[in-house]
């Protein structure tokens, strides 16, 4: 697994600014697999307790599924190599240290419990690569 980190996102303690109140810390994962469908699967099942959702941000469109404080999308691509690639984006909010868990540790469970998920499911995983993003506005 690889993790692109970047100096501005996470708490105070690594560094970064501040996650407001109002908007969403994203985390990507491109995971290449022997087979996407069995992931694409897994992650629905994971996800399967949360409500859809559908917003605009900042003009494009996202749909996914949340439960309040974590959402998730998820798609089937193709990456530059063309190899099959399910891109998943989860989306944490809440002020760092003043929601519990806060936004980051949302994230670093998230992640943990797709990989085990995988695990659990014997789906044969070739590479995930995660992503910080900037910070983005949340919609809800």
Same mark, same amino acid.
């Given at each position: 697994?690889?993790? /692109? =980190?970047? $100096?501005?996102?996470? *708490? !105070?303690?690594?560094? &970064? *600014?501040?996650? =407001? ?11 290449? @697999? ?13 996800? $399967? ?6 917003? !605009?941000?900042? &003009?494009?469109?996202? @749909? &996914? #599924?949340?439960?309040?404080?974590? @959402? #998730?999308?998820?798609? @089937?691509?193709?990456? /530059? ?5 399910? =891109? ?5 909010? &809440?002020?760092? $240290?003043?929601? #519990?868990? !806060? ?9 943990? /419990?797709? #990989?085990?998920?995988?695990?659990? !499911? $014997? ?10 993003? *900037?910070?983005?506005?949340? *919609?809800?």
């Amino acid at each position: 697994m690889r993790w /692109s =980190r970047r $100096g501005e996102w996470g *708490p !105070d303690l690594y560094g &970064g *600014p501040r996650l =407001r109140p109002d908007q969403w810390a994203p985390l990507e994962a491109r995971i290449i @697999a022997a087979d996407i469908d069995a992931a694409e699967r897994a992650v629905e099942e994971l996800t $399967g307790f949360m409500d859809f959702f559908r917003e !605009d941000i900042d &003009g494009t469109p996202i @749909a &996914g #599924v949340t439960d309040g404080q974590l @959402a #998730v999308t998820h798609s @089937a691509e193709t990456d /530059s190599f063309g190899r099959k690639m399910l =891109r998943v984006w989860f989306f944490a909010g &809440g002020p760092v $240290g003043h929601t #519990v868990p !806060d936004a980051f540790e949302r994230l670093r469970k998230a992640a943990s /419990s797709l #990989v085990d998920e995988f695990n659990a !499911d $014997g789906i044969e995983i070739h590479e995930i690569r995660w992503n910080e993003h *900037p910070y983005i506005r949340r *919609p809800f």
